[in-house]
């Protein structure tokens, strides 16, 4: 029972975060960008330790590699602002590369490509993600990036609650043993309920002017979703973790948070670029 309280204040507060950040941007990003630049940086550092590969050098290209992801997220809000001019947006970008390689050189016991390989990986893998919200926001409105997390986490519940009741078919049992086919469309059928019920009763809070778009959106979170949450799976049983981390009580850590959103984030804005061509 102390475990399962934990665990809701810890989840309660890691969502009122998520959505007082986005319902802020109205006014102010500041509050937004805080708070993703710091989870692009913590999940940068928990992936970077999960392999278990430190030695006495690793402090100052975590550090690097953290802000570096910090970096891109503050870039691409950069991208689009229209007062930003000349190509200013790259230098966050251009300054990590130029720093993390000069490093690079002053690590003579390291293997180079090894490491660099490591960084950049980790830095496109989790920060990158997180930096294209920046762009959805800008070719829709950032109400919309709400309704998206909003259809991560019924998908979850949904994926839960029916895999835990009806689950009988292994989704990748390779990977995730306790993911079953029963969870997934349990999940689907939650988001999809979900979508209808945002048209009816909140169109004038989110905007989106047709169900088709509705449904397409929760289609595509929840397909997105679960292959991010696999892929991080994969990533975890490769170097033999359980969690990503201990930050955030009764969750593991950020990454274990965010994993489903590392490829919603990408997915739902090819969806969203798509739809506003075709429009």
Partial sequence: MKNFILRAISGAAYVALIVASILLLDNSPVMFLIV?????????????????????????????????????????????????????????????????????LYRPRQNALHSLERSLFTVGYVALPIALLNSIIAITAPRILLAVFIFIWINDTGAFLVGITLGRHRLFERISPKKSWEGFFGGLAACVAAAFAFDKWCNEFFQVPEIATWIGLSIVVCLAATMGDLVESLIKRTVGVKDSGKLIPGHGGVLDRIDSLLLVSPAVLIYLILMVYNN
């Fill in 36 to 104: 993703f630049c710091l989870f692009a940086a913590l999940g940068i550092n928990e992936m970077l330790r999960m392999d278990g590969q430190q030695d006495t050098e690793s402090w100052l290209v975590m550090a690097i590699d953290m802000l570096g992801g910090a970096g891109l997220v503050v870039a691409f809000h950069l991208l689009n602002d229209d007062s930003v001019r000349n190509g200013l947006w790259l230098l966050p970008i251009a300054g990590y590369m130029v720093v993390r390689f000069i490093v690079q």
